[in-house]
């Protein structure tokens, strides 16, 4: 049986994230599973998605950027933001041309301020605004700062009005917003028509899972695809401990640094600082149990100025485990 770690699925379009764990669950035959942040139905691309225990450490991808393959056409508007929304109004693009959409597209680099649409997940008093669009009521959305890291026009088709374009952004950036603000800048309207998440984190496109293969691949094929929990978690530090301060730390106990073998310093050099970071992740250690024969992750611990200590986050190995190297 596959107890725990994560799969890189490749999500089809047509089926929500809810779908994808639906049809893993029944593949993998474990109940506890979950995916790493939320692809819209018509969206397709990398789907990282967590078994078992390995489900605790979804919080931590967060800080993860995120890269998308978009296709945008121009002088349409939708009330969705894309192509398979209502239309609300379809305008000509005269005068639009290659230096005007270059142009338009400038404005959207770096921190900016992005409203999220009236069809997405996010609450307000409690409820998805997509529940108060569906309903006809009208409800204060306010802007939030995303950073897009990487923004690059691959191409513009002014015959077909079509502008494909990659984008490598913070969580919570809505690209088919970006359309929109885009064609509103070019006064001529615009919506997303494509959507590919090409990479997230460390996961990406090219060692994705095909969702209809994994559905017939025999257990011992799907276990050759599992990740282990800790391969997402690259900016934390890593501390190496014995098996006595092992079964402490699996027990709740904290950990003097001065019992570790600490073999890398959390990172974030590469993090922009406009990012926000929860403050303890820069802290952070992914905690190993040594062994002559490898290592076993035992789950993530931050550092506390309180306690000079390290004191565990999430707790991945049983007490039984530590015998096991």
């Given at each position: 049986m596959i107890e725990n770690g994560i799969l890189n699925i490749n999500k089809p379009?047509?089926?929500?994230?809810?779908?994808?764990?639906?049809?893993?669950?029944?593949?993998?035959?474990?109940?506890r599973v979950g995916h790493t942040g939320t692809l819209d139905p018509m969206a397709t691309g990398v789907l990282p998605v967590c078994i078992g225990s390995a489900a605790r450490i979804?919080?931590?991808?967060?800080?993860?950027?995120?890269?998308?393959?978009?296709?945008?056409?121009?002088?349409?508007?939708?009330?969705?933001q894309d192509i398979w929304g209502d239309v609300l109004e379809e305008r000509g693009t005269d005068g639009v041309d290659a230096s005007k959409i270059k142009d338009a597209f400038e404005e959207f680099y770096g921190l900016i301020e992005q409203k999220p649409p009236m069809y997405s997940a996010v609450r307000v008093n409690g409820r998805r605004l997509y529940e108060y669009a569906r309903a006809g009521e009208e409800i204060e959305v306010k802007s939030r700062r995303v950073y897009i890291k990487k923004l690059e026009i691959e191409d513009i088709d002014l015959e077909t009005n079509t502008v494909r374009f990659c984008v490598q952004c913070s969580k919570g950036t809505y690209i088919r917003t970006i359309c929109q603000d885009v064609g509103q800048?070019?006064?001529c309207g615009a919506v997303m028509t494509a959507l590919e998440r090409t990479a997230s984190g460390r996961f990406d496109l090219e060692t994705a899972v095909e969702?209809?293969?994994?559905?017939?691949?025999?257990?011992?094929?799907?276990?050759?695809?599992?990740?282990?929990?800790?391969?997402?978690?690259?900016?934390?530090?890593?501390?190496?401990?014995?098996?006595?301060?092992?079964?402490n730390f699996i027990d709740g106990h904290h950990l003097p640094l001065s019992k570790c073998d600490v073999l890398r310093e959390p990172e974030f050099r590469n993090r922009e600082p406009e990012i926000a970071i929860r403050p303890e992740y820069r802290r952070a250690y992914n905690v190993y149990?040594?062994?002559?024969?490898?290592?076993?992750?035992?789950g993530v611990a931050f550092y506390s100025d309180r306690y000079k200590k390290l004191v565990a986050d999430k707790v991945l190995s049983r007490g039984d485990s530590i015998g096991n190297i």
């Open positions: 379009q047509g089926m929500t994230s809810h779908d994808v764990v639906s049809r893993v669950r029944r593949a993998v035959g474990v109940k979804t919080e931590y991808l967060d800080m993860d950027f995120k890269t998308y393959r978009c296709t945008m056409l121009l002088g349409k508007i939708t009330d969705t800048k070019l006064g969702l209809e293969k994994l559905q017939q691949m025999s257990e011992e094929e799907i276990r050759s695809l599992i990740l282990p929990a800790d391969f997402p978690l690259v900016h934390f530090g890593q501390v190496l401990v014995d098996a006595h301060t092992a079964k149990k040594k062994s002559t024969s490898g290592s076993l992750f035992l």
